[in-house]
Nanobody
Framework: VQLVESGGGLVQVGGSLRLSCAAS????????MAWYRQAPGKQREFVAY????????NYTDSVKGRFTVSRDNAKNTMYLQMNSLKPEDTALYYC???????WGQGTEVTVSS
């Protein structure tokens, strides 16, 4: 089982990034998925949720209207489009397969002001 995040990097305030989470070793399409993040010195927090079909989504209040979660079950991949980035979005972003409780290793996002 693997969840591999990519797409992180350094971006200026107001910029955009698109994170990807590539899944392998399990049946990706039958599980609900989520993105979490952990900022330096803080606890890991929920960012976004997407149902197994992709039709159901949910976001933490601080990213609503700026982030969009999506998935392509044919490619076993989940995405997080992040727009209008703020310094407080700086964190290590993790991909999470909810029920089996699988986690990726994370991809780092740094937003500079």
């Amino acid at each position: 089982v693997q969840l591999v995040e990519s797409g992180g990097g350094l971006v200026q305030v107001g910029g955009s990034l698109r994170l990807s989470c590539a899944a392998s070793g399990f049946t990706f399409s039958i599980w609900n998925m989520a993105w979490y993040r952990q900022a330096p010195g803080k606890q890991r927090e929920f960012v976004a949720y997407i149902s197994r079909t992709g039709y159901g989504t949910n976001y933490t209040d601080s990213v609503k209207g700026r982030f969009t979660v999506s998935r392509d079950n044919a490619k076993n991949t989940m995405y997080l489009q992040m727009n209008s980035l703020k310094p407080e979005d700086t964190a290590l972003y993790y991909c999470h397969c909810i029920t089996p409780n699988y986690w990726g290793q994370g991809t780092e996002v740094t937003v500079s002001s």
